[in-house]
């Protein structure tokens, strides 16, 4: 069984440094065209987000771009707060204060067709909205000023159907939120490190941008409404199948949205377990395969665990540790976190496979809640 725990972890080691080479090969895109020519539609979900809003609504009114060319509609998914007041109040003081009145803002209720509340009130907005590039993100979220510059500078370049782009945290200096900012930054890694090997598979739809006609042509979500979640990824994998060379990373630090972790282990393990739930729906085997090596890689500390020797156990710990630095130390340095080794690496090191398992299996057997309600994967 060792010699078989050292073959996983060999290839983990491959797959790691594979990915980091693909992270380095995806180019920092930097240049700015002057003239706006993409028309945005932006498409914010929001269900009891009254403590978020005003940020978002502030960073809204901000942004630096062409108010002919972009509109923000924000869903209202039968909040029970005070949501829709809080809007209210905050774009008067906006209008106010800058002696502007942005009537591209509009708030319209989510209108449920399926199991997925998110996906219905995308495709709510999106049958209403003005303008030819869909451009979804949260409510909890933090949108940067000139974010919509690079996505139209990107876009006049490149020509892209589908814009993925990054996703940050905002972190505060404690266990859980530097948790939550490692096992982020590995799915960011992750994310660019695929498109870099040509082999893209995963992305985040607080910060996803896509042509209306071809979402429309894709038939949007049809085939995975049965999934609470997956708004982003199955999207994707669509736009993958149709035209894999159509769909871009946009590798700009004037593109990343921001957004908040949890502020408890329990909202912690129900929003993973969330993400977890869609894996086994992804339609690409490799994919999977890369999936089901992570979680043996991490499983297999079980066993070490187990055994006598804790002399092994420990050599896997820092083997994991020296590897998974590859990706993690270029990712950090895209998004100006520093890695705080002694401090919080070492910890999160050691709880983060029994976190991750444990979060597998609750999404394979338990139900999750998600936003005051109850699913099941």
Sequence with gaps: MIWVICIIFILYTILIIVLTIGFNKVEKFTETIEINTTSFSIVIPFRNEAEN???????????????????????????????????????????????ITR???????NKRTSNSPKKDAITTAISIAKHNWIVTTDADCILPK??????????????????VAPVDYKIENNFLEQFQLFDFMSMQGTTIGGFGIDFPF????????????????????????????????????KFIEADKNSVLYLKSKDAIVTTFPVNSWRDLINQRTRWAAKTSNFNSLKTKLIGLLVLVTNASFFYAFSLDSKLFLFTLLVVKMIVDLFLFKPTFQFFNHEIKILKWYILVSILYPFFSLYVIFKSVFFRYNWKGRSFKK
């Design 53 to 99: 809003l005003p940020y978002l609504l502030k960073s809204i009114s901000e942004i630096n771009y062409n108010n002919k060319l972009v509109e923000f509609i924000l869903i209202d998914d039968d909040s029970t707060d005070d949501s829709l007041e809080i809007i209210e109040k905050v774009l008067n003081k906006i209008s106010q204060k800058n002696k």
């Design 103 to 109: 009537t591209d803002i509009r708030i319209i209720k």
């Design 146 to 163: 000139n974010w919509l510059i690079s996505l139209d500078s990107f876009i006049q370049k490149h020509k892209p159907k589908m814009v």
């Design 202 to 237: 995963l992305c985040n739809g607080a910060n996803l941008a896509y042509k209306k006609e071809d979402f429309i042509k894709l038939n949007g979500f049809d085939g995975n409404n049965n999934m609470a979640s997956g708004d982003d990824v199955f999207l994707f994998e």
